[in-house]
């Protein structure tokens, strides 16, 4: 069974960059047709995707965070990384690595993480 362990920074300044960690268990992050996914919720509001990297290291972004956002992993660890720079305030919310993919029985998996909340603040 895939597992998903978040961790990171609470607390973050403005300006500044955001770095989260996704550990995965229960299964690799290399196995096709998984895709690795970092989503928030801003306070009060929805979620917001913000990207992915998939089985075979591909990634693909927001066009709204393109360009502060990198993901990436480390096959040796089982880990997948978010990170997020030059962070405002309205970059506040809770942080969620979410995985997707078919098992080999066929079935939709669907996992998240625990979730992070991440405050931008001085």
């Known amino acids: 069974q895939v597992q998903l362990q978040q961790s990171g920074p609470g607390l973050v300044k403005p300006s500044q960059t955001l770095a989260l960690t996704c550990t995965v268990s229960?299964?690799?992050?290399?196995?096709?047709?998984?895709?690795w996914s970092w989503i928030r919720q801003p306070p009060g509001k929805g979620l917001e995707w913000i990207g992915y990297?998939?089985?075979?290291?591909?990634?693909y972004y927001s066009p709204s965070l393109k360009t502060r956002t990198s993901i990436s992993r480390d096959n040796a660890k089982n880990t997948v990384y978010l990170q997020m720079n030059s962070l405002k305030p309205e970059d506040t919310a809770v942080y969620y690595c979410?995985?997707?993919?078919?098992?080999?029985?066929?079935?939709?998996?669907?996992?998240w993480g625990q979730g992070t909340l991440v405050t931008v603040s001085s």
């Open positions: 979410n995985a997707r993919g078919v098992t080999t029985t066929l079935e939709f998996l669907e996992v």
């Open positions: 990297i998939a089985y075979n290291g591909s990634t």
């Open positions: 229960g299964g690799s992050i290399t196995t096709y047709p998984y895709y």
